[in-house]
C-alpha cells in the first residue's frame, strides 16, 4: 500500500500553462505539506493544511494555490508556470499536533520549458 | 527563526569504517529534530528523531543520533557503513510558531560510501 501518492510523476509543459498535481495519503494524518527541492537538492516548505485549514504559507508567489478537499487530500495547482518553478514537488503528511515525523511522497517533477 | 546547518555538503567513507553526518541547530523553544534519507529520484524517508529522554537515539538502519544540548548539535552516526547507506541526508527541525510544528530541513550532506 502507497501511503503518499503523488500524480503525476513527471509534468512537463510549456511557459505560461496552468497544471495541477494531486496528492493523496492513506495514513489518517491531519496534516499535510507541498515542498519544493530545487536542483541544488534545497528542501523548502511552501505550505501546510491541518484538516482542510492552512497552517503555514511560506513567501510563495500567489501564482501558487494549494486545495484541500478533505484532510487525505492535498492538490496544487501553479498559474502561469515560469521556468523557475522547474523544480521536484514533494507532497508529505504527518500525524500533528505534536511534532512527529513526516511521511513524503514520491516526488512530481516538473519542467517548465 | 529555527535553522538548521550541516556543514558538509559531502562526506566520503570507506565500507566498514563509522559515519558521521553533522547538524547543528537553533532553536527558540525545546528542539524537536530529525534525521531523513533520499535516495536517487525517490522522496524522503524518515530515519529517527528526537524529542525527549535519552540523548542516543536509535534509529532505522542502524543509524544513531545524539543529541547535544550544550554543542545544539544532532549528529547521525552508523559504526559500520554500507555502500547502500550511499544517498543524501538530511537534518530537520520543527519548532513551535502560532500553534504549528513548522519544520525547516538542512541543506542536506550527500554521503559516499566507498567499497
Known amino acids: 500500500d502507497t501511503a503518499v501518492s503523488q500524480t503525476p510523476k513527471y509534468l512537463v509543459t510549456q511557459m505560461g500553462n496552468d497544471k495541477s498535481i494531486k496528492c493523496e495519503q492513506n495514513l489518517g494524518h491531519d496534516t499535510m505539506y507541498w515542498y519544493k527541492q530545487d536542483s541544488k537538492k534545497f528542501l523548502k516548505i511552501m505550505f501546510s493544511?491541518?484538516?482542510?485549514?492552512?497552517?503555514i504559507n511560506e513567501t510563495v508567489p500567489n501564482r501558487f494555490s494549494p486545495k484541500s478537499p478533505d484532510k487525505a487530500h492535498l492538490n496544487l495547482h501553479i498559474n502561469s508556470l515560469e521556468l523557475g518553478d522547474s523544480a521536484v514537488y514533494f507532497c508529505?503528511?504527518?500525524?500533528?499536533?505534536?511534532?512527529?515525523?513526516?511521511?513524503f511522497g514520491p516526488g512530481t517533477r516538473l519542467t517548465v520549458l | 527563526a529555527q535553522s538548521v546547518a550541516q556543514p558538509e555538503d559531502q562526506v566520503n567513507v570507506a565500507e566498514g569504517n563509522p559515519l558521521t553526518v553533522k547538524c547543528t541547530y537553533s532553536?527558540?523553544?525545546?528542539?524537536?529534530l530529525f534525521w531523513y534519507v533520499q535516495y536517487p529520484n525517490r522522496g524522503l524517508q524518515f530515519l529517527l528523531k528526537y524529542i525527549t529522554g535519552d540523548n542516543l537515539v536509535k534509529g532505522s538502519y542502524g543509524f544513531e543520533a545524539e543529541f547535544n544540548k550544550s554543542q545544539t548539535s544532532f549528529h547521525l552516526k552508523k559504526p559500520s557503513a554500507l555502500v547502500s547507506d550511499s544517498a543524501l541526508y538530511f537534518c530537520a527541525v520543527r519548532d513551535k510558531a502560532g500553534g504549528s510544528y513548522i519544520p525547516t530541513f538542512g541543506r542536506g550532506t550527500s554521503l559516499i560510501v566507498h567499497p
Open positions: 493544511y491541518n484538516n482542510k485549514e492552512l497552517i
Open positions: 532553536v527558540s523553544g525545546n528542539p524537536y
Open positions: 508529505a503528511s504527518s500525524q500533528d499536533p505534536l511534532p512527529n515525523e513526516q511521511f
